[in-house]
């Protein structure tokens, strides 16, 4: 159709090559080569997590370590230099637990800052640099967690910064939904490792 | 938005769609345009999040449509908008559902819609998340910043905003027109024409 | 702050002290009542204001329609989240929600959708092959995707998936079943047996009324209102036997009859004689107190130590916010409510509030004039007749650079805005506007309307459009350079377009220029801006050739003096909500002479024969409106 | 469209659609679903305008109005009154993301919470349009929103405090008349529907408001006697802000500028406070002065006792030593206080009780409640008194403070037990009291009746029941005599103290106007529009009976009504 033209053009504008980052992939994972990987320090990324395509993990502000079976979405930004001016004093960048959810646009900025096991970090969130998110917690769209902050495990981040426990303990089961939906997206998603090595 | 670098930044498809050069759109076979839509730039559209449960050979749907994401005609995807097919658990299996929408919609700048179906003549303001698998009908506007829960039902003529969105008001009979987009459909492409004042 | 967008806001009519009642008009002058020059920011003028598109037109009165001046009839009722059309009869029984299975979050009021509480799931390893997953049994839950809310947190899971609302009916929270209306009914009848057994020691004491009132539970709202209902109708039946109908109803008859200070009569009922006697006599013989929980007597536990004990474990978090009690519905399933909803706990999922499609009369000629499809799932319209496609649209752009929007107006450094009136009908009106040369509130600003009176052609009708498109463009084109020189003359302030004459002119619009000197906003000039205009025209003038600093100067001394005299009136507070934006408020006038058929104006081609006609009536119509130009930088 | 469509569409003609009901529910159905309108109990011919079939019932508060339909048990919408009702339509800025209302420059920003109340009791300088303005809005949002009904006209009852000002019933009643077009609007003292709601012909209605706090004796469905005090829930929530204030850091810091922070400036926003005032503020339940005392022998008062004693453990008192943390935004920076639990009844203690001080350094309109009650009390003629006391009826927004009424309830009975019926209170008693000899003296010359306190003090401390009011009471109801004749073993308690549950006022009214009882007074449209508050004549001019006998005929017609004259009842000029 019509719009195929389009997509031929379209690989003519591609990531510009920065600085190749040390990668450190597992053989498992999934990464869409149109994503983008800037920077110095090295870059993990654990076993079936899932990258899509355009989403960036930029190691510039320290290393970017990726638990397994996470899935980065696209556009979202992990390992961004922070606004807030807020020096790293490990190397340590960014360091997602297993299971996590990065959803489209979402930007977690770096600096010793963390993402718990089994947490989503909901469209358009904005996780600040240093900030501790605990284990299953749900950020929900446009939520934005301070620099330095501390979220506890299990909790729901709701209404411009709400907070209130999840009680609902279905850790398991999204753990399941989410091995489910990486089945799926292995098999949609083109993955070219090789690119980033 | 009317500046005009030397080789036209938009491609006009002979059906009257505008699509930037700078969007993105992932498994074009599976997007279908209906015509007169603008697609601007830094637009994103995952085409290639299919359903996925024929392969599971559960529930045998027609394997033929592997449609991802429908638009009608007069739409205008803002910059910088990313429209998704939603995903959900579908008898344990993870698939992706299409994502259709109508005539004379507006998403705006920044939006991500992962929605189930929106009708027509609707309005989705700046930096809104459509959650997955909402159901948006005719003549609905949504206010900028607005979160749309997931399985959201928005009933024909709401206004609608808020932290989630919840229906605050109704769209008055003298508001229909507005809703129009042939106008501003004018307003972009190669050769812009000024809005009518 | 964001820069807003210049808007156009209509005072209907309606609101006119004319029409407005006897109260209203006996209000102070703060009401928009004072034609000689309308407020928008007197607290009344919000409740009179419409954006256009709010507004409707009675095409036999010739007169705009607001919400507040047509009378409404429902079409249809719907619940918004099923789209599920509801009898109107059920409304009646079913009252005014969704009794499907459709509610919102308690927490964030987001929608809950009903999942079930799932087997453990197998492991969950990629090698692990993908087995038939298990089909959902219960329990059912009430879940929320957004704030993950969800009804096991309020001890509350449901058998099965579908009409969650009945089921939801007969849970307490907790999960104590409760009983139905039915149930409760019998129970009623055995509670009557087990009722006159404990009557007959003396009830007087509490220990009777504990011996049936308070070892059972406490009556439930619905409960002790049947209760209530019962014990008073079975009075009034044996009154009916025993007296005269009229005489049952006098039982009750004068609540709230006599006044505080009426202490005399009621002794006199005890002195004895007197005709007031024997009618409380009769009266009273009639209806007696309720004695017992089934007849609705209701002691309460004053005891609330439990409360105050979970109130002090569980803290701020576990109450609920303001909006999520108002969110609430009455619970029928408690007992009446001292602040019961008071704890996340004691939350319950919201049904859905039905949705209503109405169409709308005008309340003096009785027509119709918007009736939408009954269907739930249509969007048409039978009738529709709208104010836009009968009055001007005003259109406010800055003349300067009419592409973008300035930040903020500049206080004192007067600017100049075009305004477009596009007039939707198929007859050329003539438009008279009159405005207040300063705008009314505690900041005046200076309004200069260059030409408030001026004609628009009719509008022609689609075919015409298309092919004027063209010729249009180039007008549009021949706009721009216009305005580019506008541009450069503008900066050095002066007067470019000229009184009296309008600024551009189109197929069916016409488009003025408005130049305005916006108020300062700081309170300290409060004195000199409430003082008449001519020093206005100087402050004016001293701020364009720019040498701020010894005008100030001056204006500072003027303030002592001034400050002096006028120290009484001017109020000092600080800058309210929205007084920065500056607003004009715009009598327009619109005269136009139309076929006495009136019926064209809405369609497109059927008018062309019809301008042919000789026969031709003059109409008026008149109201304020008021154009918000944009904000004013507070220095 | 995707989604399923609707159901059959049934016709809209109204007629079908409301009169089915109403043939098959009989009076019966009627009982078994109490929230059906009273289509059911029309007696009245069907034929009359069919609109009118289902009645509204408002009830009228300074902070939210109540609407429904008679028959129902609770009303079907409540709509508290806020700021955000009085932008301009079609203004959703309090939805846009970047909107932060800054409640310092609100529309009337110096007047701290004012535009969340439709009225004020003080109505010098109050803009009535504006108020009526408000209340239209509010009134078709219910329409719409909750009722759900078209604007064909229908008769309304409308429930408001029997204290309210003319100026502001008649301004209701031309918005009402003159916008919504009932045939007729007729008038219900909440404080009577109150006392029917809880089955009950006489109560001492004690209505914790807002603005104030109304003490109401009724007697036979009449008002015999009301006191107020200005300690409502106004008084709360500004204690509320004090409370909060005081430990706000910024505050502390400048302790000189506490008292000028009492007296003008608000540091906090009033939502925010009034939120807090609901949410967490509790009071602490009653301690006798000197515990040794005898006559705490109560029952209700034991139960608090030995629950706010040493031995029981989940007493709050002991566990209060917990924190509690209250999150405010309002005061600039984002801020949480830790405060002690325990000491978030202050602001309770000072807006109801103010123990502080001496009962008789209040002046009459700041009496603390107990006192309020007790006087009430007082003043009631000796039967009337026996009849109210054991009826007591707590209602208003304050009731909701948890422990709030089970303190009031405590002290007022202490105070009876300690001073008795005895409206001289000072040294001088006292020394009366303590001497034997002077007491048996005096007991002579006491009146029969005030002696009921101090010896049933004695009497009571067995069963905690006051047997002897009822007993000493000389003469004995006569309605209550001609009762027991018609069904011998029902008596009605008397004299001893009792706290009974009531539906609330529109429940109230709801049974009462289901019950077909006219209400006296009964306003005719055309004759409002025609006379205003003017038409009204006295209200002891007005023959019930003629009242009644146009109500029972075809429902308020305009003949029947016209005919004969109309009152305002409690309100109208006396």
């Known amino acids: 159709m019509a719009t195929t033209s389009s997509s031929s053009k379209r690989h003519s504008i591609l990531p510009p090559a920065g600085p190749k980052p040390p990668v450190q992939f597992s053989s498992s994972i999934t990464i869409a080569d149109s994503a983008l990987l800037t920077g110095s320090h090295p870059i993990t990324i654990s076993s079936e997590s899932v990258v899509h395509p355009r989403a960036r993990l930029e190691s510039l502000g320290g290393r970017i370590t990726i638990g397994r079976r996470c899935i980065i979405h696209e556009r979202s930004t992990v390992g961004a230099v922070g606004t807030s001016n807020r020096t790293a004093t490990t190397d340590k960048g960014v360091t997602l637990g297993d299971y996590v959810t990065v959803e489209v646009g979402a930007a977690i900025e770096a600096g010793d800052t963390v993402v718990g096991d089994g947490t989503i970090v909901g469209v358009g969130c904005k996780v600040g640099a240093g900030a501790v998110v605990g284990k299953h917690c749900t950020l929900t769209p446009h939520t934005e967690i301070a620099a330095g902050d501390v979220v506890p495990d299990f909790t729901v981040v709701y209404s411009n910064g709400v907070r209130r426990p999840d009680r609902r303990g279905v850790a398991e089961l999204r753990n399941k939904g989410q091995t489910r939906q990486i089945e799926v997206l292995r098999r949609m998603i083109p993955s070219n490792p090789a690119k980033f090595q | 938005m009317s500046r005009r670098p030397p080789r036209g930044e938009y491609i006009e498809t002979d059906t009257g769609n505008k699509v930037a050069r700078k969007a993105t759109l992932v498994g074009t076979q599976n997007i279908i345009l209906g015509g007169k839509t603008v697609i601007q730039p830094e637009v994103m559209i995952r085409g290639d999040l299919i359903r996925s449960v024929q392969a599971q050979s559960s529930s045998g749907g027609a394997p033929a449509s592997n449609t991802a994401v429908a638009i009608g005609r007069y739409c205008f995807l803002s910059r910088g908008c990313c429209l998704r097919p939603p995903g959900r658990l579908y008898k344990g299996a993870f698939t992706y559902m299409p994502l259709r929408i109508g005539d004379h919609v507006f998403v705006g700048p920044g939006s991500v819609v992962q929605a189930a179906f929106i009708g027509n003549h609707v309005h989705i303001g700046s930096k809104v998340a459509v959650g997955e698998s909402a159901i948006i009908k005719d003549y609905v506007r949504i206010l900028d910043g607005s979160v749309v829960p997931p399985n959201m039902v928005i009933p024909s003529f709401s206004v609608v905003a808020g932290q989630p969105a919840r229906v605050i008001g109704e769209v008055p009979e003298g508001g229909h027109e507005a809703f129009e987009l042939r106008d501003l459909y004018k307003t972009v492409g190669n050769n812009p024409q000024p809005a009518p004042s | 702050m964001a820069p807003l967008s210049p808007y156009t806001y209509i005072q209907c009519p309606c609101s006119d002290p004319g029409n407005l009642s006897s109260a209203t008009r006996s209000s102070n002058p703060s009401s928009p009542a004072d034609e000689d020059c309308f407020d928008p920011r007197a607290p009344r003028s919000n409740y009179s204001l419409y954006p256009l598109e709010y507004l409707l037109f009675c095409d036999d009165c010739h007169q705009i329609r607001c919400p507040r001046c047509v009378a409404e009839e429902i079409v249809a009722y719907y619940c918004p989240s099923c789209l599920f059309e509801v009898p109107s009869s059920n409304l009646k029984s079913e009252g005014n929600r969704c009794t499907r299975s459709c509610f919102q979050c308690p927490v964030c009021i987001g929608p809950l959708s009903v999942s079930s509480l799932e087997t453990q799931p197998e492991s969950n390893l990629l090698s692990a092959p993908d087995n038939a997953p298990a089909p959902h049994t219960g329990p059912y839950i009430l879940s929320c995707s957004y704030c993950n809310w969800s009804s096991t947190e309020i001890g509350i899971t449901f058998d099965k998936p579908n009409n969650i609302h009945a089921q939801l009916a007969k849970q307490r929270n907790g999960g104590t079943t409760r009983l139905t209306a039915k149930e409760r009914k019998d129970r009623r009848k055995d509670m009557a047996q087990s009722g006159l057994r404990s009557q007959s020691p003396t009830p007087a004491s509490p220990a009777a009324t504990s011996g049936t009132g308070q070892t059972q539970e406490p009556l439930d709202l619905e409960t002790q209102f049947t209760n209530l209902k019962t014990f008073y109708q079975r009075q009034l039946a044996e009154s009916n036997s025993s007296h005269g109908s009229s005489m049952d109803l006098s039982s009750l008859g004068d609540l709230g009859f006599a006044s505080p200070n009426s202490l005399s009569r009621i002794m006199s009922i005890y002195t004895g004689g007197g005709l007031h006697d024997k009618k409380a006599k009769a009266r009273a013989g009639v209806m007696r107190e309720a004695l017992s929980p089934d007849e609705g007597l209701q002691l309460s536990d004053l005891d609330e130590s439990p409360a105050i004990a979970h109130l002090h474990t569980h803290g701020h978090a576990g109450t609920i916010t303001t909006e999520q009690r108002l969110a609430q519905p009455p619970n029928l399933g408690e007992p009446h409510l001292h602040g019961a909803t008071r704890f996340e706990s004691t939350l319950r999922p919201i049904p859905y509030l039905l949705r209503t499609k109405r169409s709308k009369r005008c309340p003096i000629c009785r027509h119709i004039i918007s009736k939408p499809e009954a269907k739930v799932q249509t969007t048409r319209f039978r009738i529709r007749l709208v104010a836009g496609s009968y009055i001007p649209s005003i259109t406010i752009k800055p003349l300067n650079n009419p592409a973008a929007l300035p930040e903020t107006l500049e206080p004192l450094k007067p600017v100049q805005y075009v305004l477009t009136f596009k007039n939707p009908i198929f007859d050329p009106v003539k438009i008279t506007l009159a405005s207040p040369s300063k705008t009314p509130g505690r900041f005046g600003s200076k309004v200069t309307v260059l030409c408030p009176q001026f004609e628009i052609d009719a509008n022609t009708d689609v075919w015409d459009e298309a092919l004027k498109d063209g010729g249009d463009a180039s007008g549009t ?45 700081r309170l300290d000039r409060l004195a000199t801006t409430t003082t008449g205009k001519g020093q206005d025209e100087r402050e004016t003038k001293e701020v364009r050739d720019d040498d701020d600093e010894e005008e100030e100067e001056e204006e500072e001394e003027e303030e002592q003096e001034d400050r002096k005299g006028k120290k009484a009136i001017v109020d000092t507070s600080p800058l309210k909500e929205d007084e920065d934006v500056l607003e004009i408020p715009m009598f327009v006038r619109i005269e136009w002479e139309a076929d006495s058929v009136g019926d064209d104006m809405l369609g497109g081609g059927s008018s062309a024969p019809a301008r042919d006609k000789d026969v031709k009536e003059k109409r008026e119509l008149a109201y304020w409106c008021v154009l918000g130009l944009g904000r004013v930088r507070q220095d | 469209m995707s989604t399923s469509t609707g159901s059959a569409i049934l016709p809209h003609r109204s007629v079908a659609n409301i009169r089915t009901p109403a043939g098959a529910g009989g009076q019966s159905s009627g009982l078994s679903t109490p929230n059906r309108p009273n289509v059911a109990s ?150 009577v529907a109150l006392t029917a709601a809880a089955g009950m012909r006489s109560a001492l209605v004690i209505d914790m408001g807002w603005n104030e706090t109304v003490v109401t004796s009724i007697y036979e469905y009449r008002e015999v006697q009301c006191s107020r005090t200005i300690r409502g829930g106004r008084m709360l929530t500004e204690q509320t802000h004090h409370f909060l204030a005081s430990y706000l850091p910024q505050t502390q810091k400048k302790p000189a500028n506490e008292n000028s922070d009492k007296t003008k400036e608000y540091v906090l926003s009033f939502e925010e406070c009034d939120d807090v005032a609901s949410r967490l503020v509790w009071c602490k339940p009653f301690h006798a002065p000197n515990a040794a005392e005898p006559g705490e022998g109560l029952q209700t008062v034991e139960e608090h006792d030995d629950e706010s004693g040493e031995n029981n453990p989940t007493t709050p008192t002991k566990k209060t030593s917990g924190i509690t943390t209250v999150p405010l935004k309002s005061s600039g920076a984002p801020i949480s206080l830790e405060l002690p639990s325990d000491s978030l009844s202050e602001p309770c203690e000072n807006a109801f009780f103010d123990s502080r001080y001496s009962p008789d350094s209040f002046d009459d309109h700041e009496l603390p409640i107990h006192i309020l009650v007790y006087n009430s009390l007082l003043k009631l003629p000796l039967d009337v008194r026996a009849i109210c006391m054991p009826r007591i009826i707590f209602t208003g927004g304050c009731a909701n403070v948890l422990g709030l009424r089970g303190r009031i309830f405590d002290e007022v009975s202490h105070m009876v037990q300690t001073r008795g019926w005895d409206g001289v209170v000072g040294k001088a008693v006292e020394q009366f009291r303590t001497n034997p000899k002077l007491k048996r003296k005096g007991s002579r010359h006491r009146a029969a009746g005030a002696s009921s306190s101090s010896q049933d003090g004695g009497g009571q401390e067995q069963d905690g029941v006051w047997h002897d009011a009822a007993n000493v009471t000389p003469e004995v109801d006569p309605i209550e005599e001609q009762l027991k004749k018609k069904n011998k073993d029902v008596a009605s308690t008397q004299g001893e103290m009792r706290v009974i549950e009531s539906l609330g006022a529109w429940s109230g009214a709801s049974l009462i106007t289901h019950l077909k009882v006219p209400a006296v007074a009964l306003i005719d449209r055309e004759l409002w529009l025609q006379y205003g508050v003017s038409g009204a004549s006295k209200a002891n001019e007005i023959d019930p009976k003629a009242q009644q006998r146009q109500s029972l005929g075809a429902a308020g017609l305009m003949k029947g009504a016209s005919s004969s004259a109309w009152t305002l009842g409690v309100w109208g000029p006396t």
């Open chain 3, 477 to 521: 084109s021949r706009k721009r350079q216009q305005q580019q020189q506008q541009q450069r003359r503008g900066d050095d302030g002066g007067q470019q377009a000229e009184a009296g004459k309008i600024w551009e002119r189109g197929r069916n619009w016409v488009s003025i220029v408005v130049e305005v000197v916006p108020a300062s906003l």
């Open chain 4, 42 to 191: 029309n007696f009245g011919s069907p034929s009359s305008l069919r609109a009118e079939e289902d009645i509204l019932i408002i009830e009228f508060g300074t902070r939210k109005l109540q609407i429904g339909f008679a028959g129902d048990a609770v009303p079907r919408g409540s709509i508290w009154f806020g700021p955000d009702q009085q932008r301009r339509v079609g203004d959703f800025r309090e939805w846009q993301a970047d909107y932060h209302h800054d409640w310092r420059k609100g529309a009337s920003g110096d007047r701290w919470g004012k535009d969340h109340e439709l009225w004020q009791s003080d109505i010098r300088g109050f803009d009535l349009g504006l108020m009526s303005d408000k209340l239209e809005r509010v009134l078709r949002d219910a329409y719409t929103r909750y009722l759900l009904i078209d604007s064909r006209p229908r008769r309304i009852v409308c429930v408001l405090p029997s204290g309210l000002p003319i100026p502001l019933l008649s301004a209701s009643l031309d918005c009402l008349f003159s916008r919504f077009s009932p045939p007729t609007i007729s008038l219900m003292s909440s404080e």
